[in-house]
């Protein structure tokens, strides 16, 4: 089956540096679009950032993902992290239909001053 | 913005009881979905709907029961609660069409079985 797999628990980075937050998948189906779904403390995870394009760059809020078909990643980077970032920071696919989204077992990113 | 709405916010349980957990979606949304949140699992699909009257079973779906009457509610229940089902459960929403749907999620419950 499809899976998603996020390697680092917790990513702590100082104010001001760049971060990048590894996704790696494995899907069976060729229509598939990949998200970052991104949970602040004691609220509902809200998308992020989406994509379904291969080697096409997409942006938001200061953080920027490209989908690599070749290497099946979809990383999120950001250049200069900010103290407002810390939160826990979910990749997820859609398959076909997009009946069912699978998401990792997510990456908690912890910014310091 | 879509909204979606859980109730209750927090619920202890004891072991054996029955929990229902309520979900409301205000968007017109065809799918809708019972995510459940533990550390180091993630968002893990309990049961899902394509609409009204539907229900399909997800990743994780033993111990639960889901009920779709209309397009708005979508329900998980518990029948005989377990300690291991405490947890953060999640619904969410999202339109049926394209494989780049988007969710949007309910504020969440947290649920104690004691």
């Known amino acids: 089956g499809d899976s998603v797999t996020q390697t680092e628990g917790l990513v702590t980075v100082t104010e001001g540096l760049p971060v990048m937050l590894n996704c790696t998948y494995q899907t069976a189906y060729s229509d598939v679009a990949f998200f970052w779904y991104v949970q602040y403390l004691n609220e509902a995870p809200k998308l992020l950032l989406r994509s379904s394009t291969d080697n096409k760059r997409t942006e938001h809020q200061g953080f920027h993902a490209t989908l690599h078909k070749s290497s099946s990643s979809f990383h999120l980077q950001k250049s200069s992290v900010q103290l407002s970032d810390s939160a826990l920071y979910y990749c997820?696919?859609?398959?076909?239909?997009?009946?069912?989204?699978?998401f990792g077992s997510g990456t908690r990113l912890l910014v310091s001053p | 913005e879509a909204a979606v709405t859980q109730s209750p916010r927090n619920k202890v349980a004891v072991t054996g009881g029955k929990v229902t957990l309520s979900c409301n979606q205000t968007n017109n949304h065809n799918n809708m979905y019972w995510y459940r949140q533990d550390t180091g699992h993630g968002l893990r699909l309990i049961h899902y709907?394509?609409?009204?009257?539907?229900?399909e079973k997800g990743d994780i779906p033993d111990g639960y029961k889901a009920s779709r009457p209309s397009q708005e509610n979508f329900s998980l229940i518990l029948e005989l609660a377990t300690p291991s089902q405490t947890s953060v459960y999640f619904c969410?929403?999202?339109?049926?069409?394209?494989?780049?749907?988007?969710?949007?999620f309910g504020s969440g419950t947290r649920l104690t079985v004691l």
């Open positions: 969410a929403s999202g339109p049926r069409g394209s494989s780049a749907e988007t969710l949007y």
């Open positions: 997820a696919l859609s398959g076909t239909g997009g009946y069912k989204v699978v």
């Open positions: 709907s394509y609409g009204a009257g539907s229900t």
